[in-house]
């Protein structure tokens, strides 16, 4: 029978403290797409090269990142590179298998939207006497960026809810550790976790409007 009394003050109580841990997981998210974003830039170029190594480089880190789960790339960052004498404190292992993660996304959408833009564009530089690196740079990138943007939008919303893998390796300062710690202290796992999700749900439709409304006023011509 169902039986449960809900006591959802002691979760409003919360909810400052909660909000902190918010503010924490969005940093993460933040600085993990920057990091990804120029991982995912450079190797682009890398698989553009001439040097089979470098490409060779590019595309397994592409592979690892899109075919094993993200939680053992973040478990890889945290306790396999202990192994090795290198011990990362939850935080940076989080956040460098976060970015991770979204370097060999955003790597594989860039390569998408190269095939998209023309070659003839990349051409019509050169013959302007631009190099190949000041063509990529003025005609190739900003169209890149323009037909990634939107997945590039999605993967910010992947990151912040990746963050939340953070508690199985310590993490306890952002939004589901915070929650984490307040359910083992109360018991009240629904009213706690509800009100975490409630608080992802309204982050990632922030995110979402934001992309929008950017991509609106920056790409209407």
């Known amino acids: 029978m169902f039986n449960y009394t809900f006591h959802w003050h002691q979760a409003l109580r919360a909810l400052p403290q ?4 918010a503010l924490v997981t969005l940093q993460i998210a933040l600085l993990s797409m920057a990091i990804g974003l120029a991982c995912a830039l450079l190797l682009t170029l890398m698989r553009l090269s001439g040097s089979r190594v470098l490409r060779g480089v590019a595309k397994t880190w592409v592979e690892v990142a899109r075919n094993t789960p993200a939680l053992f790339q973040i478990y890889m960052a945290h306790f396999g590179l202990g192994s090795f004498g290198i011990h990362l404190s939850p935080y940076t292992a989080l956040l460098v ?5 979204n370097a060999g996304y955003l ?3 860039f390569r998408g939207a190269l095939k998209a833009i023309p070659d003839t564009q990349t051409r019509a530089g050169r013959s302007l006497g631009m190099s190949a690196l000041q063509a ?3 005609i190739v990138l900003p169209q890149m960026l323009r037909i990634a943007f939107l997945p590039i939008t999605n993967q910010m919303v ?6 939340s893998l953070g ?3 310590g993490m ?5 550790g915070i929650t984490q710690e307040l359910n083992a202290r109360t018991f009240r796992t629904f009213e706690f976790f509800a009100l975490a999700a409630a608080i992802y749900y309204l982050i990632a439709k922030v995110v979402t409007l934001g992309a929008r409304l950017i991509a609106w006023r920056m790409f209407r011509y």
Do not use: C, H, Q
């Open 158 to 163: 992947w990151a912040i809810l990746m963050t």
């Open 167 to 169: 508690v199985t390796v």
């Open 172 to 176: 306890n300062t952002d939004l589901a």
């Open 97 to 101: 298998g976060i970015a991770f993660n």
């Open 18 to 21: 909660m909000l902190e841990g």
């Open 136 to 138: 990529f740079r003025l």
């Open 107 to 109: 790597a594989e959408n």
